[in-house]
């Protein structure tokens, strides 16, 4: 922004200088640790191994991935929970939003606000850990099932699809909440009024002004809710279990435990892409821009 | 509907309900945490068999290690405020030279660069951490065969550790102080440079000190995101592991109360940090 009609800005060849300075780290980040580290991924997942330290250009991970019914399986079985999660996240927070911005007042709406917010400041292993004491065989609803005499022993609630869709929500909404309130606060009452006086029911209300003013608003939360789920390891190995078969345990195998890196460069690929995929989706769907999105959350 | 507008009984009670039923499910879990870290049982189970502090104060003689004198625990608590305040530094410092860099300089391909500076939020965690250790691997080999160089800090370890934080927090950074600094009155700068004052004294004692809630904000959002993180961390770990790598561990193994008693340390903590960063933006509003 060298701006000639300002008299006092710097001279250009301090200016530039700055630049080169402010520009230099920013490159150096960007470059080495997200650009170039994804090309030697991608230049990863696509040899083979033929020979100690000799390697040949090849399809055969992403082969693998097809052929082998497992990890494909896991792949749509991730891809189809972390819909689901991000289904009911929506469901659970939309409500909790609304409450927020148009139902509550004043201080009770901050305060609900900010209490909404305050679990989510403690790290996920600690709300696992609770999700763990309270639905594991010996744990605490089995053992208040029992008391309340609704089952005869004790059952195991934790290594359930349903168990991890619960951990899953419960930790992905503080990014469906804060979007949605954002959205919702810019909505006008009077116009919910106008239509109530027009004779609308609540249900025309909600999708002729309210759904389509909070749009962006639940792009972004569902975006985000989807991209974090899909790449979420903690809450479904803990919760999940032997049984939990999520998609970036298969990449931690690979990579971590076999040592298998060329395949599992090509599932982290697979799995970059599907979150990709799913982004630009989302904002083609509405319409978006996404810096406008990032910035919004 | 809106408060405005006249509610039918059923629906303020099934709104009152709903909030009931909210707030249970956002807090069980961690009450739950917390009340057993003082339960006199070997394992955080239900029933309650009376209060104890053995957990946060036995020893290895009373037959119960306590978080002080678990050493592991003790330790990798040390190893994640090392990383956090590495990547909280590194973060805030690339984050106000980024936001200076995008607000306030016109270069080609500026637009591009604003993008990429966003991408580091949507690739998940697990795969930056892969990328960041292969790439990291495979120069440290070539560097071996090649020279014979024995280039540590790019095998798994607290360098790469802080390097894969840094790579997505740096991110948040940037928008936290792009975003205050975009609603600066540049005016009161131009101000002070007609009246004399040099360009660092501007810098020193009008920008910087307007920009300190967002650094300091974006500070200890750093700091929490780097403590809490597990995904990247747990692919770029080496020896020393951090809290929630060690935590993850212990619970896979069959968790003792001890990490009830480390967790309860960590709520409070938050806790601290959560209401001193709303004091303060308070005050600075």
Redesign the interface.
Known sequence: ??DAA?P?S?PAWR?RL??T???A??LL??LL??????I??AL?SLRRRIAPHVYQPSLLQFKTFFTEPLYWQVFVRTAVISALATALTLL?AF??AW?IT????GRASSL?F??????F??????????????L?E???LP?LLVKLGLTPVPVELLYHDATILVGLV?TS?LFMVVPLVNSLESLD?AL??AA?NLGAS?AS?LRHIVIPHAAPGITAGCIIVF?LT?????TPT?LGGKNSQWF?EL??TQ??VRFN?EQ??AF?FL??GL??AM?ALGLRLSGQR??DV??RT | MISTLPRPVWLRTATVLYVAAFLLFLFLPLTTVAVFAFNNAPYPAPPWRGFTLDWFLGNASAGRVGLFHDTELLGSIVTSLIVACWVTVVSVIIGTANSFLMERFEFPGKQALSVLMLVPLVIPGVILGISILALSSRIAELADTLFGWDLDFLRPGLPLVVAGQFSYIATITTLMISARLKRFDRTLEEAALNLGASHAAVLRTITFPYLRPAMIGSAAISFLMSFENFNTTLMLVGADAPLTVTMYGRMREGASPVLNAVSLFLMLASAALALSLLRGGRRSA
């Open positions: 922004m060298v300002d006092l710097q200016r700055v630049l300075w402010l520009l780290p920013a980040w960007l640790l997200i650009v170039l580290p994804h030697d991924l990863l659970v409500p909790a409450v148009k139902v509550a007042r609900l900010v209490v909404c917010l305050i679990p400041w403690v790290s996920e292993t600690v709300r696992a850990l609770g999700w763990l004491i309270l594991r010996s744990g605490v053992s419960y909404l009452n919910i009024e109530y609540g209300i991209m899909l790449g979420n390891y903690l803990l970036t990449i931690y990579f971590i890196w599992g460069a982290g799995l970059l979150s990709t982004v996404f810096v990032m910035r």
